[in-house]
């Protein structure tokens, strides 16, 4: 079965340029257009390059396709959008293949001992990961890989200066905490934390990278923002406890980045303390925080669970003493680190064959 241009063009004009009465096709904003058995494709024409009205556009596109041409077309990754005039700018960790964001909507979730964990389970599964550290107001992360001496030095790369990761674990990592005294508490405004964030992305000496993670601070602020704007975040993460309390902020998080104009893929939930396991009982499980409030929260959002991670006392040993659980493979918390590693690569390599490229965010005023 193939389909005709009359069906393709009948459905795109039906979308209207936002602000407009005018349709994309009257526009002639839709050019070269192929269809091949149920395989859409075209050119999606701006004037520039960074018009906010791209992705939703896209968007609307494939909408409007599948509901009045036919629910089986394969448009999804066919629309090529060009611009009349295109400025090129400097492409930002140009050979990282992945940028997640680990995100949780409120502190003590243990959100930076995912991170550094998960971290060192994809760089055992032979990965190359890259970990930045971006809870400017709680560095954890030197601490947890036991480098709180670290001091990341400068390297002359094409004339510029650039800072040259840390690394420990197979992991590459940058955290504000080499740069602060740990002992002085860190207070900055927004914008100084922004900055010191775009710093580490933009001018740290990452390399070529399969994984490249971005702890985040708690809740939604500024920092967010700056991420999102700096780079293409492929997904993002989202780690809570199984409390309402927690889950309520996590719901917070999760809409931050599916909201209009960020239109970040969420790959999935991590329940973090989902159960207490005492070691001289290692078959009983007690849900001290409540049993399965992400699981209950994925399904209701349609999102992935990625893992449960239990309250078990080697994970906080390992982040006191600089060792992280996941080195220990053979060990539950090992194990459970390196399935929460495995589904992430899954849900990675199923958002990308799947969904378009993230754009950076173009903030307008």
Not at 35 to 50: A, C, M, N, R, Y
Not at 65 to 80: C, H, P, Q, S, Y
Request: include cysteine; aromatic fraction near 6%; charge should be neutral.
């Amino acid at each position: 079965m193939s389909y005709t241009n009359k069906q393709v063009t009948d459905a795109l004009k039906l979308v209207k340029f936002p602000g407009s009465d005018k349709d994309i096709i009257s526009l002639d904003m839709v050019r070269n257009m192929k269809i091949e058995g149920k395989k859409i494709g075209f050119d999606l024409v701006f004037q520039k390059s960074d018009d906010p009205n791209i992705i939703p556009l896209k968007k609307a596109c494939v909408t409007n396709i599948l509901r009045f041409v036919d629910k089986d077309a394969e448009i999804k990754g066919n629309i090529k959008v060009k611009a009349v005039h295109i400025v090129e700018a400097p492409s930002v960790l140009p050979n990282v293949t992945n940028i997640i964001a680990v995100a949780s909507g409120k502190g003590g979730v243990g959100k930076s001992t995912i991170s550094s964990n998960l971290a060192v389970a994809l760089a055992k599964a032979g990965k190359k990961v890259g970990l930045i550290d971006a809870d400017i107001y709680g560095p954890s992360v030197p601490k947890m890989f036991g480098s709180e001496g670290a001091s990341p030095k400068l390297t002359q790369i094409d004339g510029k200066d650039r800072i040259e990761p840390h690394e420990r674990y197979g992991v590459k990592m940058l955290s504000i905490g080499f740069f602060v005294d740990p002992a002085q508490a860190t207070v900055w405004r927004g914008p100084m934390a922004s900055n010191a964030l775009k710093q580490m992305i933009e001018e740290g000496n990452w390399g070529e990278l399969d994984f490249v993670l971005i702890d985040l601070p708690p809740g939604t602020s500024d920092i967010h923002l700056t991420l999102v704007q700096t780079v293409p975040v492929t997904g993002a993460i989202v780690v809570s406890t199984p409390q309402d309390v927690a889950l309520a902020d996590a719901v917070k998080g999760i809409n931050m980045f599916e909201g209009p104009g960020v239109n970040v893929p969420i790959l999935g939930l991590v329940e973090n303390m989902a159960w207490f396991t005492p070691a001289e009982l290692p078959n009983n499980k007690y849900y001290i925080f409540g049993k399965d409030g992400c699981k209950k929260l994925a399904e209701e959002k349609g999102v992935n669970l990625l893992g449960q991670i239990p309250i078990v006392q080697s994970i906080r040993e390992g982040g006191d003493n600089g060792a992280p659980a996941a080195l220990n493979e053979d060990s539950v918390t090992g194990m459970a680190f390196a399935d929460l590693a495995s589904k992430l690569m899954a849900a990675v390599e199923d958002r990308n064959k799947n969904q378009d490229p993230t754009a950076k965010v173009e903030m307008t005023r």
